[in-house]
Nanobody, 127 residues
């Protein structure tokens, strides 16, 4: 059974930090690009960061550049998202998702091409 389990969310004050984890199982983790995608209340889902399986290429959406850091540990089948300088606009449900290495990078960074999704973890930033 394929599983992507996101964890680490919670309530934090503006300016604070959180580290999200995405633990994967049931598929060849090394063969997939992993992304963090968030959905804020009343807004569309937004891919905010992804990390390639091939060469570690990383993408960040402009709104999180310099504040969020994505990393992956293939030995643990886990991807992390270190979030710092959190803002109220970061309040959302954060999902991790996996795209096969055949997916086109330019579509992946637009939030397309993912075939496995986790259930998400809530991040709430209080101002």
């Amino acid at each position: 059974e394929v599983q992507l389990q996101a964890s680490g969310g919670g309530l934090v004050q503006a300016g604070g930090s959180l580290r999200l984890s995405c633990a994967a199982s049931g598929f060849s983790f090394d063969d997939y690009t992993i992304a963090w995608i968030r959905q804020a209340p009343g807004k569309a889902r937004e891919e905010i960061s992804c990390i390639s399986n091939r060469d570690g290429t990383i993408h960040y959406v402009d709104s999180v550049k310099g504040r969020f850091t994505i990393s992956r540990d293939n030995a643990k089948n886990t991807v992390y998202l270190q979030m710092s300088s959190l803002k109220s606009d970061d309040t959302a449900i954060y999902y991790c998702a996996a795209a096969p290495q055949s997916a086109i990078w330019s579509t992946v960074v637009q939030g397309l091409g993912f075939i496995y999704w986790g259930r998400g973890t809530q991040v709430t930033v209080s101002s």
